[in-house]
């Protein structure tokens, strides 16, 4: 008598072999073998014998390749390894070939259909489908996920799969490989919880790789590729300690100056706590290394307020100019070395606020331009990396609200305050490039990892971008106008500008292409500042119109998204 005998083979491949072998029960011997593999979306037949692959018709009461066909045709979408099945023995099968016409009678006490399948499913749970309509993005330093989970299947009126519940879990090197293979974050037991909102993960610098596995209440997972996803964060945000600030006034530092020293730890100086204040100014100067650690340095002799900033070859930051207590504006020269130590330097040439300061590529520090006592500025001070000072020519212009940056070259760009560009070689050179495409003050300027120096904002969203020979070029424009916005360059060297009216982000590629990156700053008003630290992450910090959050210092990491 031909009877079937089955067995289930794995396949590394995610496919799903089940073996069907027609033998004689009194001989041994086997007639015919077949193999039905299940591959999601497509089920076929394959056999060493052409009867294997015979269209039987199915006789009530008796298991036939229709009724498997259907099971499997039930399952499609599942591609979860399953245990090994054991041989299943006394299932009988019409053989098309011994007869002309199916028999009436059981011949040969086969298995039922639906008892088969019951037995079959009680002994080796299937896993559940796959969740459905799979989303990531990202909303500040978090990702956000969402997905339909499964419905419960069945056959024949019997539950195959029954949903419980979706573990998620991530990896940051490769996708998770089965359910305990990575860092569980989630498990939710709600179906569709998450399918409108979002599970909120928090993350950081790089690519995450989810698993999002449901599972049933026999505990099988469905590990398949349909439930993974992964997320690039090619920014985030970490916050530091808060900027210092007298404790009688609020907690706000506006229009302060940041730097990096020679130990790659950025400095913030000075600031304006409250315009309307009887001492608007601040000495606080807060240092921030590398680890983001928080240190409070000797306060600055004076108090001050839209002054400028930059360090020397030696690593000392100078702070220098500026606004005072309601006052004119002041001309003092303080200088940090990176071991912290405050001295004061020979005072400007002329007490000034809203001037601009950068180092050349000796690594002196010029200060060029200002206003102060009603008139504007064209002088051009330099302090040498041991502190002595000098002067170079003058700028073309007498001006204020300009900014300063180097370029690949080590020369020393003065723009805005109107429309003109003065160049600074570290020979001293000086020459005038094409001005501005359009006449703004308070701009801000930063190098990219080309040497191409950045112009940005005032009163404005132009972008005007100088290459190391001169020339220039106007990008695509930023998000909104800024004003008095802050810029520095991040580790892969884009261009970020922060504050200026908005909390939005922009970044700008070595190449000039402009994103909006997904992060945001505490507070978005005018006065911003920001430096690069000797990680190449950017910590920014301070802006105007929000006294609640403008103490706040945000860290800014990328890599290269």
Request: glycine content about 14%; proline content about 4%; some cysteine.
């Amino acid at each position: 008598m031909d009877t079937w005998n089955s067995r289930q083979f794995i396949d590394s491949s995610a496919r799903h072999p089940v073996r069907f072998s027609l033998y004689d029960t009194e001989t041994g011997e086997i007639k015919s073998v077949c193999d039905l593999i299940f591959i999601p979306g497509e089920i076929y037949s394959a056999g060493t014998n052409a009867k294997c692959r015979g269209h039987w018709q199915p006789i009530e009461g008796y298991l036939h390749s229709i009724y498997v066909s259907n099971l499997f045709e039930s399952l499609k979408g599942i591609d979860a390894k399953l245990d090994d099945y054991a041989p299943i023995s006394g299932a009988s099968f019409y053989n098309p070939a011994a007869s002309a016409s199916p028999p009436t009678t059981n011949i040969g006490g086969g298995l039922a259909t639906t008892a088969f399948v019951r037995s079959f499913v009680s002994q080796y749970p299937f896993p559940p489908k796959s969740v459905k309509n799979l989303s990531a993005s990202v909303s500040g330093d978090s990702f956000n996920l969402k997905w339909n989970d499964p419905a419960d299947f069945s056959f024949d009126q019997m539950s195959l799969a029954v949903w419980k519940g979706t573990r998620v879990l991530y990896r940051n090197d490769r996708y998770p490989q089965n359910e305990s293979d990575g860092t569980i974050v989630a498990n939710s037991t709600t179906r569709n919880r998450y399918s409108s909102t979002a599970l909120n993960i928090p993350g950081g610098e790089g690519t995450y790789y989810f698993g999002i596995y449901p599972y049933t209440d026999k505990g099988q997972f469905n590990i398949n590729s349909a439930n993974r996803i992964s997320s690039y964060l090619p920014y985030f945000k970490k916050a530091l300690p808060d900027l210092t600030y007298a404790p009688y006034t609020s907690p706000s530092r506006a229009y302060m100056c940041a730097a990096t020293d020679g130990n790659g730890s950025v400095l913030f100086g000075g600031g304006l706590r409250d315009a309307s204040a009887i001492v608007p100014g601040t000495v606080e100067v807060d240092r921030y290394s590398v680890d983001g650690v928080k240190t409070n340095l000797d306060s600055m002799q004076t108090p001050r307020y839209s002054f400028a900033a930059a360090t020397t070859g030696s690593g000392s930051v100078l702070f220098g100019g500026g606004w005072g207590n309601g006052s004119p504006a002041i001309n003092s020269v303080e200088s940090y070395s990176a071991s912290g130590a405050r001295s004061t330097l020979s005072p400007l040439t002329n007490a000034a606020g809203s001037l601009a300061a950068a180092a050349d590529g000796s690594g002196n520090v010029l200060f060029g331009g200002g206003y102060g006592n009603g008139s504007s500025f064209a002088t051009v001070d330099l302090y040498t990396r041991d502190g002595a000072k000098g002067t170079r020519a003058n700028l073309s212009v007498a001006r204020s609200g300009l900014c300063a940056a180097t370029d690949g070259n080590g020369s020393v760009l003065f723009g805005g305050g109107g429309s003109v560009v003065d160049k600074y070689t570290k020979d001293g050179a000086k020459s005038t490039l094409s001005p501005l495409s359009v006449s703004r003050s308070g701009v801000a300027a930063a190098a990219d990892g080309s040497g191409n120096v950045l112009f940005g904002g005032g009163n404005s969203a132009v972008v005007d971008r100088y290459s190391v020979s001169g020339e220039r070029v106007t990008l695509s424009p930023m998000y909104t106008s800024r004003t008095s916005a802050a810029a520095a360059i991040d580790k892969q060297g884009n261009v970020l500008f922060f504050g200026g009216g908005t909390q939005y982000i922009d970044r700008y590629t070595p190449d000039g292409a402009r994103t909006v990156i997904n992060l945001v700053m505490y507070s978005g008003g005018a006065g911003a500042s920001a430096s690069t630290d000797g990680n190449g992450n950017i910590i920014a910090a301070g802006t105007a119109g929000d006294t609640g959050t403008s103490s706040r210092v945000n860290q800014y990491f990328s890599n290269g998204g």
